[in-house]
């Protein structure tokens, strides 16, 4: 029976140390100034004639998914390598 009230001592007493430790830095990371917001960069014109002509957004949407599908292929053919050597 008092093995359990030392028990449930300790943990509160861990529990509040760490409250304690997440408290402090909330309050080291409260005295932080905002950070302000990026400038906005704007698109050149070329850009714009260029995504009039063919979609720049549809071929990084194209491209991405080529990637994706060459790293799901060197993947796989990892672990059938894996697989081949054991």
Same mark, same amino acid.
């Given at each position: 029976?008092?093995?359990?009230?030392?028990?449930?001592?300790?943990?509160?007493?861990?529990?509040?140390?760490? !409250?304690?430790?997440? @408290?402090?830095? /909330?309050?080291? &990371? +409260?005295? $932080?100034?905002?950070?302000?917001?990026?400038?906005?960069?704007?698109?050149?014109?070329?850009?714009?004639?260029?995504?009039?002509?063919?979609?720049?957004?549809?071929?990084? !949407?194209?491209?991405? @998914?080529?990637? /994706?599908?060459? &790293? +799901?292929? $060197?993947?796989?053919?990892?672990?059938?390598?894996?697989?081949?050597?054991?």
């Amino acid at each position: 029976m008092m093995g359990t009230f030392v028990a449930f001592g300790v943990e509160t007493a861990i529990d509040a140390g760490l !409250a304690a430790i997440v @408290a402090a830095a /909330a309050a080291a &990371l +409260a005295l $932080l100034p905002s950070m302000s917001d990026a400038p906005a960069i704007g698109s050149p014109t070329w850009l714009q004639w260029l995504n009039w002509f063919y979609p720049v957004g549809d071929l990084v !949407a194209g491209l991405t @998914a080529l990637i /994706a599908l060459w &790293l +799901a292929f $060197l993947a796989v053919r990892y672990v059938l390598r894996l697989t081949r050597a054991l």
